[in-house]
Protein backbone atom coordinates (compact mmCIF):
# COMPACT_ATOMS: atom_id res chain seq x y z
CA UNK A 1 0.00 0.00 0.00
CA UNK A 2 0.89 3.38 -0.93
CA UNK A 3 1.92 5.35 2.13
CA UNK A 4 3.36 8.71 1.00
CA UNK A 5 5.30 10.70 3.52
CA UNK A 6 3.88 8.30 6.07
CA UNK A 7 6.62 6.42 5.25
CA UNK A 8 9.84 6.25 7.49
CA UNK A 9 12.37 5.93 4.81
CA UNK A 10 16.21 6.30 6.27
CA UNK A 11 16.97 9.41 3.39
CA UNK A 12 20.82 9.49 4.90
CA UNK A 13 21.62 12.38 7.49
CA UNK A 14 19.84 15.05 7.78
CA UNK A 15 21.87 18.35 7.77
CA UNK A 16 20.56 21.42 9.53
CA UNK A 17 19.26 24.80 8.24
CA UNK A 18 22.63 26.65 7.46
CA UNK A 19 22.83 30.54 5.93
CA UNK A 20 22.78 29.60 2.45
CA UNK A 21 22.60 25.92 -0.07
CA UNK A 22 25.60 24.08 0.12
CA UNK A 23 28.07 24.63 -2.75
CA UNK A 24 27.07 24.02 -6.49
CA UNK A 25 29.01 20.43 -6.50
CA UNK A 26 27.03 18.74 -3.44
CA UNK A 27 23.49 20.30 -4.76
CA UNK A 28 24.54 19.01 -8.31
CA UNK A 29 24.96 15.36 -6.63
CA UNK A 30 21.61 15.33 -4.27
CA UNK A 31 19.40 16.30 -7.10
CA UNK A 32 20.77 13.77 -9.44
CA UNK A 33 20.73 11.49 -6.50
CA UNK A 34 17.20 12.38 -6.22
CA UNK A 35 16.12 11.37 -9.65
CA UNK A 36 17.54 8.44 -9.09
CA UNK A 37 16.21 6.85 -5.87
CA UNK A 38 12.45 8.05 -6.92
CA UNK A 39 12.47 7.37 -10.66
CA UNK A 40 11.25 3.78 -10.35
CA UNK A 41 8.64 4.89 -8.17
CA UNK A 42 5.08 3.62 -9.99
CA UNK A 43 2.71 5.04 -7.02
CA UNK A 44 -0.05 7.44 -7.76
CA UNK A 45 -2.34 7.91 -10.59
CA UNK A 46 -2.37 10.92 -13.36
CA UNK A 47 -5.69 13.27 -12.70
CA UNK A 48 -8.40 12.86 -15.09
CA UNK A 49 -10.73 15.23 -13.44
CA UNK A 50 -9.66 17.91 -16.17
CA UNK A 51 -10.20 15.70 -19.73
CA UNK A 52 -6.82 16.93 -20.85
CA UNK A 53 -4.58 16.25 -17.83
CA UNK A 54 -5.25 12.45 -18.89
CA UNK A 55 -2.99 12.16 -21.71
CA UNK A 56 0.26 12.97 -19.26
CA UNK A 57 3.16 10.32 -19.71
CA UNK A 58 3.48 9.02 -16.19
CA UNK A 59 6.76 8.89 -16.51
CA UNK A 60 7.61 11.95 -16.77
CA UNK A 61 10.26 13.41 -13.68
CA UNK A 62 12.04 16.71 -13.88
CA UNK A 63 13.55 18.34 -11.04
CA UNK A 64 15.42 21.91 -10.84
CA UNK A 65 17.12 23.46 -7.97
CA UNK A 66 17.35 27.61 -8.28
CA UNK A 67 19.33 29.39 -5.72
CA UNK A 68 18.65 33.26 -4.86
CA UNK A 69 21.89 33.57 -6.71
CA UNK A 70 20.88 32.47 -9.92
CA UNK A 71 22.44 29.37 -10.44
CA UNK A 72 20.18 26.43 -11.22
CA UNK A 73 21.04 22.59 -11.25
CA UNK A 74 18.25 20.99 -13.44
CA UNK A 75 17.64 17.13 -14.32
CA UNK A 76 15.42 15.18 -16.21
CA UNK A 77 12.24 16.39 -17.54
CA UNK A 78 13.07 19.87 -16.34
CA UNK A 79 12.36 22.13 -19.35
CA UNK A 80 8.74 19.84 -20.23
CA UNK A 81 5.71 22.32 -20.09
CA UNK A 82 2.89 21.38 -18.02
CA UNK A 83 0.11 23.60 -16.63
CA UNK A 84 0.56 25.59 -13.75
CA UNK A 85 -2.98 24.62 -12.30
CA UNK A 86 -2.87 25.39 -8.06
CA UNK A 87 0.63 26.36 -8.07
CA UNK A 88 -0.75 30.00 -9.43
CA UNK A 89 -2.33 30.04 -6.36
CA UNK A 90 0.33 32.07 -4.38
CA UNK A 91 1.98 34.00 -6.65
CA UNK A 92 -1.74 35.46 -7.73
CA UNK A 93 -1.92 36.10 -3.84
CA UNK A 94 1.05 37.79 -4.04
CA UNK A 95 0.37 40.03 -6.93
CA UNK A 96 -3.14 40.92 -5.22
CA UNK A 97 -1.05 41.87 -2.40
CA UNK A 98 1.23 43.71 -4.03
CA UNK A 99 -1.75 45.43 -6.00
CA UNK A 100 -4.12 46.07 -2.90
CA UNK A 101 -1.92 46.11 0.16
CA UNK A 102 -1.45 43.09 2.01
CA UNK A 103 -4.17 44.20 4.47
CA UNK A 104 -6.95 44.82 2.37
CA UNK A 105 -6.36 41.50 0.50
CA UNK A 106 -5.81 39.45 4.38
CA UNK A 107 -9.69 41.03 5.17
CA UNK A 108 -11.10 40.09 2.11
CA UNK A 109 -9.85 36.74 1.80
CA UNK A 110 -8.25 35.32 5.17
CA UNK A 111 -5.28 33.42 6.04
CA UNK A 112 -6.26 30.78 8.16
CA UNK A 113 -6.51 27.10 7.97
CA UNK A 114 -10.26 27.12 8.81
CA UNK A 115 -11.18 30.47 9.78
CA UNK A 116 -12.75 29.18 12.90
CA UNK A 117 -12.16 29.32 16.42
CA UNK A 118 -9.95 26.81 18.15
CA UNK A 119 -12.79 24.50 19.71
CA UNK A 120 -15.25 24.60 16.64
CA UNK A 121 -17.09 21.67 16.15
CA UNK A 122 -18.04 23.36 12.38
CA UNK A 123 -14.18 22.97 11.84
CA UNK A 124 -14.66 19.16 12.07
CA UNK A 125 -17.86 19.23 9.79
CA UNK A 126 -16.67 21.51 7.50
CA UNK A 127 -15.12 19.97 4.28
CA UNK A 128 -11.77 21.41 2.47
CA UNK A 129 -13.12 23.42 -0.21
CA UNK A 130 -15.29 25.37 2.11
CA UNK A 131 -11.80 27.05 3.82
CA UNK A 132 -11.19 30.41 3.01
CA UNK A 133 -7.71 31.09 2.68
CA UNK A 134 -5.81 31.68 -0.82
CA UNK A 135 -4.42 28.71 -1.44
CA UNK A 136 -7.88 26.81 -1.77
CA UNK A 137 -10.34 27.22 -4.44
CA UNK A 138 -12.61 28.93 -2.83
CA UNK A 139 -9.97 31.34 -1.63
CA UNK A 140 -8.12 31.38 -4.61
CA UNK A 141 -11.24 32.42 -7.30
CA UNK A 142 -11.66 35.09 -4.36
CA UNK A 143 -7.99 36.34 -4.87
CA UNK A 144 -8.48 36.37 -8.58
CA UNK A 145 -11.44 38.43 -8.67
CA UNK A 146 -9.52 41.07 -6.39
CA UNK A 147 -7.25 41.63 -9.82
CA UNK A 148 -7.16 45.03 -10.64
CA UNK A 149 -8.26 45.92 -14.08
CA UNK A 150 -11.12 47.33 -15.54
CA UNK A 151 -12.47 44.25 -18.00
CA UNK A 152 -11.33 40.83 -17.85
CA UNK A 153 -8.84 41.37 -20.43
CA UNK A 154 -6.69 43.49 -18.36
CA UNK A 155 -7.53 41.29 -15.17
CA UNK A 156 -5.68 38.32 -17.14
CA UNK A 157 -3.26 40.41 -18.41
CA UNK A 158 -2.07 41.50 -14.57
CA UNK A 159 -2.05 37.99 -13.94
CA UNK A 160 -0.45 36.29 -16.93
CA UNK A 161 2.53 39.28 -16.50
CA UNK A 162 3.04 38.82 -12.82
CA UNK A 163 3.41 35.07 -13.28
CA UNK A 164 5.69 35.90 -16.46
CA UNK A 165 7.61 38.61 -14.05
CA UNK A 166 8.21 35.27 -11.02
CA UNK A 167 9.28 32.79 -14.14
CA UNK A 168 11.30 35.55 -15.54
CA UNK A 169 10.18 34.84 -18.77
CA UNK A 170 6.79 35.42 -21.13
CA UNK A 171 4.28 32.44 -19.74
CA UNK A 172 1.55 31.32 -22.10
CA UNK A 173 -2.09 29.59 -21.41
CA UNK A 174 -2.33 25.88 -22.80
CA UNK A 175 -5.56 26.40 -24.82
CA UNK A 176 -6.50 22.68 -24.87
CA UNK A 177 -6.19 22.23 -20.97
CA UNK A 178 -8.01 25.61 -20.56
CA UNK A 179 -10.88 24.73 -22.78
CA UNK A 180 -11.23 21.11 -21.49
CA UNK A 181 -10.88 22.75 -17.50
CA UNK A 182 -13.66 25.36 -18.97
CA UNK A 183 -16.23 22.42 -20.32
CA UNK A 184 -15.96 20.85 -17.08
CA UNK A 185 -15.53 23.18 -14.29
CA UNK A 186 -19.05 23.85 -13.12
CA UNK A 187 -17.89 22.76 -9.06
CA UNK A 188 -15.61 25.90 -9.15
CA UNK A 189 -18.42 28.02 -11.15
CA UNK A 190 -20.61 26.95 -7.71
CA UNK A 191 -18.17 27.89 -5.39
CA UNK A 192 -17.56 31.32 -6.98
CA UNK A 193 -21.60 32.02 -7.31
CA UNK A 194 -21.73 30.67 -3.50
CA UNK A 195 -19.09 32.95 -2.43
CA UNK A 196 -20.90 35.97 -4.30
CA UNK A 197 -23.96 35.00 -1.93
CA UNK A 198 -21.78 35.63 0.89
CA UNK A 199 -20.14 39.11 -0.54
CA UNK A 200 -16.83 37.46 -0.63
CA UNK A 201 -16.26 37.61 -4.81
CA UNK A 202 -15.04 40.93 -6.07
CA UNK A 203 -16.08 41.12 -9.74
CA UNK A 204 -18.67 38.99 -11.43
CA UNK A 205 -18.29 35.03 -9.92
CA UNK A 206 -18.54 33.89 -13.94
CA UNK A 207 -15.77 35.92 -15.10
CA UNK A 208 -13.64 35.08 -12.18
CA UNK A 209 -13.97 31.76 -12.37
CA UNK A 210 -13.32 31.93 -16.31
CA UNK A 211 -10.14 34.17 -15.13
CA UNK A 212 -8.76 31.66 -12.49
CA UNK A 213 -9.29 28.39 -14.96
CA UNK A 214 -7.32 30.74 -17.59
CA UNK A 215 -4.08 31.20 -14.54
CA UNK A 216 -4.66 27.30 -13.83
CA UNK A 217 -3.91 26.77 -16.99
CA UNK A 218 -0.28 28.95 -17.95
CA UNK A 219 2.33 26.44 -18.78
CA UNK A 220 5.42 26.37 -16.51
CA UNK A 221 8.39 23.76 -16.53
CA UNK A 222 10.06 22.76 -13.09
CA UNK A 223 12.74 24.84 -14.22
CA UNK A 224 10.48 27.71 -13.98
CA UNK A 225 8.82 26.49 -11.02
CA UNK A 226 12.23 26.10 -9.24
CA UNK A 227 12.90 30.44 -10.26
CA UNK A 228 9.54 31.14 -9.25
CA UNK A 229 10.18 29.78 -5.73
CA UNK A 230 13.84 31.44 -5.68
CA UNK A 231 12.08 34.90 -6.32
CA UNK A 232 9.99 34.11 -3.33
CA UNK A 233 13.14 33.15 -1.18
CA UNK A 234 15.01 36.19 -2.31
CA UNK A 235 12.73 38.71 -0.74
CA UNK A 236 10.78 39.01 -4.24
CA UNK A 237 13.72 39.81 -6.56
CA UNK A 238 13.85 37.63 -9.66
CA UNK A 239 17.47 36.32 -8.66
CA UNK A 240 17.90 35.63 -12.90
CA UNK A 241 16.39 38.79 -14.05
CA UNK A 242 16.95 40.73 -11.07
CA UNK A 243 13.71 42.15 -11.44
CA UNK A 244 11.73 43.25 -8.34
CA UNK A 245 8.33 41.70 -8.38
CA UNK A 246 7.38 41.79 -4.74
CA UNK A 247 8.25 43.45 -1.64
CA UNK A 248 10.11 41.49 1.10
CA UNK A 249 7.23 42.01 3.50
CA UNK A 250 4.71 40.36 1.11
CA UNK A 251 6.94 37.53 0.67
CA UNK A 252 6.79 36.48 3.89
CA UNK A 253 3.15 36.22 4.32
CA UNK A 254 2.61 34.74 1.22
CA UNK A 255 5.22 31.90 2.24
CA UNK A 256 2.77 31.56 5.39
CA UNK A 257 0.12 30.98 3.82
CA UNK A 258 1.70 28.59 1.65
CA UNK A 259 2.55 27.05 4.91
CA UNK A 260 -0.62 26.81 6.53
CA UNK A 261 -2.53 25.11 3.49
CA UNK A 262 -0.23 24.58 0.75
CA UNK A 263 -0.60 21.39 0.28
CA UNK A 264 -4.52 20.92 1.39
CA UNK A 265 -5.40 18.30 3.81
CA UNK A 266 -1.89 16.97 3.61
CA UNK A 267 -0.17 20.10 4.42
CA UNK A 268 0.42 19.32 7.98
CA UNK A 269 2.17 15.94 7.16
CA UNK A 270 4.17 17.98 4.51
CA UNK A 271 5.28 20.56 7.15
CA UNK A 272 6.44 18.00 9.69
CA UNK A 273 8.46 15.93 7.04
CA UNK A 274 9.91 18.76 4.61
CA UNK A 275 9.62 22.20 6.70
CA UNK A 276 9.02 24.55 4.22
CA UNK A 277 6.67 26.54 2.44
CA UNK A 278 5.36 24.84 -0.91
CA UNK A 279 2.08 24.59 -3.14
CA UNK A 280 1.34 21.68 -5.46
CA UNK A 281 -0.90 21.66 -8.43
CA UNK A 282 -3.04 18.93 -10.12
CA UNK A 283 -0.65 18.84 -13.31
CA UNK A 284 2.15 16.86 -11.07
CA UNK A 285 3.90 20.43 -10.10
CA UNK A 286 5.11 21.30 -6.79
CA UNK A 287 7.00 24.00 -5.55
CA UNK A 288 9.01 24.55 -2.47
CA UNK A 289 10.89 27.43 -0.93
CA UNK A 290 13.63 27.93 1.33
CA UNK A 291 13.85 31.26 2.35
CA UNK A 292 17.33 32.95 1.90
CA UNK A 293 18.40 30.20 0.11
CA UNK A 294 16.19 29.17 -3.08
CA UNK A 295 13.64 27.09 -4.45
CA UNK A 296 12.77 23.60 -5.89
CA UNK A 297 10.52 22.71 -8.41
CA UNK A 298 9.32 19.01 -9.15
CA UNK A 299 7.50 18.15 -12.16
CA UNK A 300 5.96 14.10 -11.97
CA UNK A 301 2.25 13.89 -12.55
CA UNK A 302 0.95 10.66 -10.88
CA UNK A 303 -0.60 12.01 -7.53
CA UNK A 304 -1.63 10.77 -4.26
CA UNK A 305 -4.87 11.00 -3.04
CA UNK A 306 -4.73 14.31 -1.50
CA UNK A 307 -4.02 15.37 -5.48
CA UNK A 308 -0.08 15.77 -4.94
CA UNK A 309 3.20 14.86 -6.99
CA UNK A 310 4.01 11.19 -5.63
CA UNK A 311 7.48 11.58 -6.51
CA UNK A 312 7.38 15.50 -5.96
CA UNK A 313 6.51 14.86 -1.76
CA UNK A 314 9.35 12.24 -1.95
CA UNK A 315 11.80 14.47 -4.26
CA UNK A 316 11.32 17.73 -1.73
CA UNK A 317 11.56 15.52 1.39
CA UNK A 318 14.34 14.00 0.24
CA UNK A 319 16.61 17.43 -0.58
CA UNK A 320 14.68 19.31 2.06
CA UNK A 321 16.81 17.02 4.33
CA UNK A 322 20.13 16.83 2.32
CA UNK A 323 20.43 20.29 1.48
CA UNK A 324 19.53 21.38 5.12
CA UNK A 325 16.48 23.40 3.81
CA UNK A 326 14.05 22.14 6.67
CA UNK A 327 13.34 25.86 8.65
CA UNK A 328 12.36 23.86 12.07
CA UNK A 329 15.77 21.91 12.05
CA UNK A 330 18.66 22.76 14.09
CA UNK A 331 21.08 21.17 16.50
CA UNK A 332 22.63 22.02 19.61
CA UNK A 333 24.92 25.23 20.39
CA UNK A 334 27.35 22.86 21.76
N1 LIG B 1 -7.62 24.19 -11.86
C1 LIG B 1 -7.73 23.20 -10.84
C2 LIG B 1 -9.06 23.31 -10.09
O1 LIG B 1 -9.44 24.40 -9.77
C3 LIG B 1 -6.56 23.32 -9.90
C4 LIG B 1 -6.60 22.28 -8.83
C5 LIG B 1 -5.24 21.88 -8.35
O2 LIG B 1 -4.22 22.06 -9.01
N2 LIG B 1 -5.22 21.23 -7.22
O3 LIG B 1 -9.74 22.35 -9.84
Known amino acids: MYEGLHAEEAVGPAAVSTGQLPPPGVVAAFVREAHERYGEVTDGTVADYIPALAKADPAWFGICVAGVSGETFAIGEAALPFSIQSISKPFVFALVCEAL ?26 NGERTVNPMVNAGAIATTSLAPGANAEERWRFIREGLSRFAGRELAMDEEVYASEAATNQRNQGIARLLHGYGRMYCDPDEATDIYTRQCAINVTAG ?22 LEPERCRRVLAVMATAGLYEQSGDWLYEIGLPGKSGVAGGIVAIAPGKGGLGVFSPPLDAAGNSVRGLLVTRFLSERLGLNLFASAPAG
Not at 118 to 124: E, H, L, Q, R, T
Open 101 to 126: GGGRARAAIGVNATGLPFNSVMAIEL
Open 224 to 245: DLAVMGATLADGGVNPVTKERV
